[in-house]
């Protein structure tokens, strides 16, 4: 199975920074596997992941861990091969991403929304062997997907499946994952792990970018940048062993798998619980019922919380001390009320999988907290703002944000052209707007790129247009960023038609990007006929112009 990936698509830190964060102490030279195991040798009976009634304590977790770990080279998985790993918030999704770090395998952290127009691509650009799924999850099908995946990628020869249940039988080239993450029967796993340990330099997982040039890109992160974002957002975040963390965020996102997320749990010898979905009652339930300390959500998340508790009252979050909110910038008047509705201290976040990560302290005082999206989390992190030619603004003015440092990579996977425009001399330039005050403290505008947020969910303009532009009736389209109260921003379709005398419905054309296996938050939410779309001075669409227009006209997400 196999395959012999190049390695000339990671980009390497140069050597005198990787010696630098070496000799600072941020880079370790300790695989992220290391970490896990440290927690289960301090308290080895302690619960360490909790997901429904199943309780998994440190000792079991590494144990199913290796297990899996020795199971899966056993069975012809080789260090570097890539599986993709579309799964949903559950106890699989931890124990297989940790049997892949002990094993030097690379999950590729694919979301439970994508669909076929995201998968294929990740899967072929990734090299993927393997594909690792639910049977089902809220009503589809993702072995047939992930069929329909390796159909058009055959270097994709296996499927770890979770099964329905037991009467569910296993089809051609099907694992049943919860037989390989079974605890081992006795055998001393850990002994022929420790002696397979990875090179920390190596790739640890690939994250998925929300880029602005089509579909996502690759964001190989290595287990000493890696661990160290681990560790330092949970300094930050005030983790240690009485953590519990709450993961309702897809579990592939950077946010809640490490920042500090679950991993950084797990680092503490804390636990992590996870759970599918932020649905306030289940999410307050599981909160009362575990005693959930810490927890991450999306400003849309944050206000279901806020309402949910202003309604139904009562004392289910008593034990929440911090609500992290991340993703997208949380409103001042929404991030006022989480310490007076929720009672517990808000820790605004603003971040990227390629790296920096922005966090206020739980010690800043109100203002900063309410109306700032926070500072690095590390000392190593190197931030300027610029204005469009390159050159650092003032303290207090706006501009876009370039940033290196330990846990930041110099560029995507397998992405020359792509790294040309986003690394400027090693500083990653992510397209956000904003401004950094005296403190450091940095408060968020927006972005520069061609790029929708919505709810967190990063979305390439890009990507829904080249889909829209198969439609025969369509002569120009823009999609563009509308303001939306919940969250942040929708999509909206700018359109001009081949034949001016006939029209074309919102229900139609999401039925055809549906139809192109694209994931279903991309769906364009508004729809505006045009005849005559704005143009700049060079012939592109003109979407600052669009936009304005919108909003003259109070166009806005529902």
Known sequence: MNVLHTTAGVVPWPEEFAREYREQGYWKDRTIGEYILDAADRSPDKVALVCGDMRITYADLIDRMDAAAVRLLEGGFAADDRILVQLPNDWQFVV???????????????????????????????????????????????????????????????FLVVREDETDALGPNEIDLDVLLAPSGGEDVRARMDALRPDPDSPACFLISGGTTGLPKLIVRTHNDYAYNIEATSEVSGVTSDTVYLGTLPASHNFPLACPGSLGALFAGGTAVMLPSPEPARAFETIRREGVTLAAAVPAVAQRWLEYQREQGGDALASLEVLQVGGSRMPDELAAQVRPVLGATLQQVFGMAEGLINMTRLDDPDEVILTTQGRPVSPGDEVRVVDAEGKDVPAGERGLILTRGPYTPRGYYDAAAHNERAFLDGWYGSGDIVEQHPDGNLVVFGRDKDIINRGGEKISAEEIENIVYRLEAVDLVAAIGIPDDVLGERVCLCVSLQDRTRTIGLDEIRDFIAAQGVAAFKLPEALEIIDDLPLTKVGKIDKRKLRETLAARGQRGE
């Open 96 to 158: 297989l991403t940790l049997a892949c770090f002990r094993a030097g395998i690379v999950p590729v952290m694919a979301l439970p929304a994508h669909r076929r127009h995201e998968m294929v691509h990740l899967a072929g650009h990734s090299q993927a062997v393997a594909i690792a799924v639910p049977a089902e999850h809220r009503g589809f099908d993702h072995r047939e997907l992930a069929r329909e995946v390796a159909a058009e990628n055959p270097l994709v020869t296996r």
